[in-house]
């Protein structure tokens, strides 16, 4: 019976594939259709926003050149180049983009050699212009001349446009009735499938009933520990009695198992005596772990070398009980590994040793000597210890430092040494990664002086100082004059090149106590502590004409000479504790300098009324 139901479902199987099959084929090519409908649509709107833009660049173009006649500035005359390239690569696109309608690219042809005719117009003022003679490209334009070609060119492109619009329109009409007729396919077609997946799932339902409930009592005789419970009655399909045969081989592994459990535990027994056995070790194991989980995060939230060397020579003695030793660590040129932590009263060489001269940091792992004369002595060991233990401390494959111990490491202590060790160089290179985060984050990139952030923090310090009745504090705002021709002309990488220079230099000239920071773009601030700005003003000056004598050259290319203005003030006590009353008088100095004529270096007038009144 089942037999001949397996048939009738794949027969109705063979019906929703060839129905699916049809369908997808209808919707495919109702969707190509649709598809081919929109990209004429968008293709009309391409057309009319290009012409739009042709005409715009056009008008645009007009006005440069009156701009440029009328103000004599040449930024008008690259206008009036650039909108004219872009009109008539314009019209030239729509040229092309009509090629499929034979009407509407005759007239485009049209507009353009009307464009060409009048951007020939517009040129004879222009040229005018750029050798001089502005009066007679005055009268030209004044003349009117080349008006009704504009004019001319506006009818044709209203022509054009409203014929693109119509086209447009009916398009989206089509574009419309297409994908109205897609979706009553849609519809339909899902309609009929789902019919069919009912009837099909009728059949099946009826089909896998009995077997169903037959299995289902055999499984809730099993649930009930009956575990003989077997299906013996026929199933009335191939499909059923395989999954029989499989519930019977089941049932079958269920009581082997259950055989074996028994076995089973006889064997947790003797693992539970092993158990106990090793509980002491794993509890001295357990207290190892937390004195050194409690060391680690300690470590990790340290923020000084002093600090890490305190947790060393506090935990390390706990965690190796009577073992004296010291923390060797790599110094900031690596030639030489210096003592950070000792304990135990171990004796050591203040000054470090080379690399080369311990085995363990040699060969990448441990190194002991257990007897005396039992293996080579380092040399940093020397005659200090005939039994001594060398760790190497590694963190992502590079050594960072040694543990160096005094004994032997035995038994247990081997782990305790290993997570010992792996959670110093952990909190080394995490120090170390700290270290240089902070100094990414206060340092502008580019110029490798003081940024922003970092200036603010400084300034609101040194203000504090000053309140305290400590030495007088000034600040300078300056910026490159004209730095944006660097980029115009030469690019941004040349911009960056004269950054870096006028960096260099402000660094180099500025004294140690003074903090030179990059304050944005092309401005840089200058906080000089312990100086007035009456002061300060004759090193800044020496600053100026150091950068105004600079000869910029990138790459074999002459980039030429520049200059800064300069702003100088300093606080008093009626400015804000923030230091922004100070920063916008030395920026008011320093756009005072730029209004009288820039390279030159002013003082904020406030401070000087305030010092003429001292005295």
């Given at each position: ?362 060969r990448g792992q441990s190194h002991f000597v257990a007897v005396p004369g039992g293996d080579i002595v380092c040399a940093h060991v020397g005659d200090a210890a005939t039994v001594y233990h060398c760790e190497p401390l590694l963190a992502s494959g590079e ?217």
């Amino acid at each position: 019976m089942l037999s001949s139901l397996s048939s009738r479902i794949a027969m109705l199987g063979v019906v929703v594939v060839v129905a699916l099959t049809a369908l997808a084929a209808l919707l495919i090519h109702a969707s190509l259709d649709t598809r081919d409908s929109f990209g004429q649509v968008t293709h009309s709107a391409e057309v009319i926003e290009t012409m739009t833009q042709a005409l715009g660049e056009l008008r645009d173009a007009e006005s440069g050149q009156r701009g440029f006649i009328i103000t004599h500035n040449p930024v008008f005359a690259q206008s009036f180049e650039d909108r004219i390239t872009g009109s008539l690569s314009d019209i030239s696109q729509v040229v092309l983009l009509t090629a499929d309608n034979p009407v509407q690219n005759m007239r485009a042809n049209e507009l353009r050699r009307l464009i060409r005719e009048r951007t020939a117009v517009l040129r004879g003022p222009l040229d005018l212009g750029q050798v001089g003679d502005f009066d007679r490209a005055a009268a030209m334009v004044a003349s009117g001349r080349g008006r009704d070609l504009m004019s001319t060119i506006a009818v044709r492109a209203r022509t054009f446009l409203g014929e693109e619009r119509n086209l447009q329109t009916q398009r989206t009409d089509a574009a419309g009735q297409r994908l109205t007729g897609v979706r009553r396919l849609a519809i339909a077609g899902v309609a009929i499938i789902a019919l069919i997946v009912i009837l099909v799932s009728g059949l099946v339902i009826r089909g896998i009933k009995q077997p169903s409930i037959l299995m289902k009592e055999a499984m809730a005789d099993l649930g009930k520990g009956d575990r003989s419970a077997r299906i013996t009655s026929a199933m009335g399909s191939r499909e059923f009695d395989d999954l029989a045969m499989g519930y019977n081989a089941m049932a079958e592994l269920l009581e082997a198992a259950v055989a074996e459990q028994v076995q089973s535990e006889h064997q947790l027994q003797h693992a539970n005596g092993e158990l106990v056995r090793n509980a002491s070790s794993m509890r001295e194991r357990g207290e190892a772990i937390e004195l050194l989980g409690g060391m680690a995060h300690r470590m990790q939230a340290a923020r000084t070398d002093m600090e890490l060397a305190q947790i060393v020579q506090l935990f390390v003695p706990r965690v190796l009980p009577g073992l004296p030793g010291a923390l060797f660590v790599h110094n900031n040129s690596r030639n030489l590994l210096t003592p950070m932590a000792t304990w135990g009263g171990v004796a050591i060489e203040t000054d470090g040793f080379a690399p080369d001269q311990c085995w363990a940091l040699r060969r990448g792992q441990s190194h002991f000597v257990a007897v005396p004369g039992g293996d080579i002595v380092c040399a940093h060991v020397g005659d200090a210890a005939t039994v001594y233990h060398c760790e190497p401390l590694l963190a992502s494959g590079e050594v960072i430092g040694v543990l160096y111990l005094q004994g032997m490491i035995t038994g247990d202590s081997r782990f305790q040494l290993t997570v010992l060790a792996e959670n110093i160089a952990s909190a080394l290179v995490n120090h170390r990664l700290q270290r240089d985060l902070r100094e990414q984050t206060i340092r502008d990139p580019l110029t490798g002086l003081f940024n922003r952030r970092y200036m603010e923090e400084t300034l609101a310090i040194e203000i504090a100082r000053a309140v305290r009745g400590g030495p007088p504090l000034s600040l300078v705002m300056c910026d490159i004059d004209h730095f944006k021709r660097f980029n115009d002309e030469f690019g941004h990488d040349a911009g960056d090149f004269v950054l870096h220079a006028v960096a260099n230099e402000l660094r180099a000239r500025f004294r140690d106590g003074d903090v030179v920071c990059r304050f944005g773009g092309e401005e840089f601030t200058i906080i000089a502590p312990g100086t007035t700005a009456e002061t300060l003003l004759n090193r800044v000056e020496i600053v100026r004409q150091t950068i105004a004598d600079l000869t910029l050259e990138q790459s074999g290319k002459r980039l030429g000479s520049t200059t800064m203005s300069f702003g100088l003030a300093t606080w008093n006590p009626d400015m804000s504790r923030d230091g922004t009353t100070l920063i916008q008088t030395a920026d008011a100095a320093l756009y005072q300098a730029k209004r009288e004529g820039r390279n030159r270096a002013i003082v904020s007038p406030a401070r000087m009324l305030d010092s003429s009144a001292r005295r």
